[in-house]
């Protein structure tokens, strides 16, 4: 009968050969035994078998409404490198004292005043009426002959377009507004029967 050939015997391996194989083989636990299973301070759960329930050896349990502080080690290992906390809070600013009344501006007056446009606003509501009787029998319509007060309010409303005329025309706006509501607004109603 034919033998196979012998393979050779392995020679035993040198020391340095040793020290690399235990280098490349990760390191395997003293003891087989499985790690234990963590342990419910609430008791046993619900479905598991009364065999499997160990009673818990820590204090009672925490109530769901209590709030119960970490342990020490535990804050510790949370807390961030010293590089990389939050900046310090700042302080709270300096008190400022108490406060004085607030002044305005003081105003630039360039143009006239709201005073000046009043008076110039009933001088020219006047000169309007004036303008009204003198020429409402040549006009064709009672519309028509509100020319002249129609004339200073425009007039008025188109100065409130410049800055340094804006008081002034604010002065005359007020007396041409008064004008047509106390005066041409009553007369209107009470001749639009004729009209």
Known sequence: MDRPPEEPAPEDPTPEESARAEE???EQPASAEPPPEPVSPYGPQPGADAEDAVAPDTAPPARPYEWTPPAEDAVAQDAPPADMAYPPVPQAPAPIGPPTAMTPPPETKDGPGV????ATGCGLQVLAFVLFFATAGLMLSFYG?????ILVT????????????RRFATGALIVCAATWIIVIGPCIAMLQPMI
Do not use: C, E, I, T
């Open 154 to 165: 425009v007039g008025s409303a188109v100065l409130m377009l410049s800055k340094r005329w």
């Open 24 to 26: 490349r083989a990760p």
């Open 115 to 118: 005073g000046a446009g009043v």
């Open 145 to 149: 002959a509100l020319w002249p007060f």
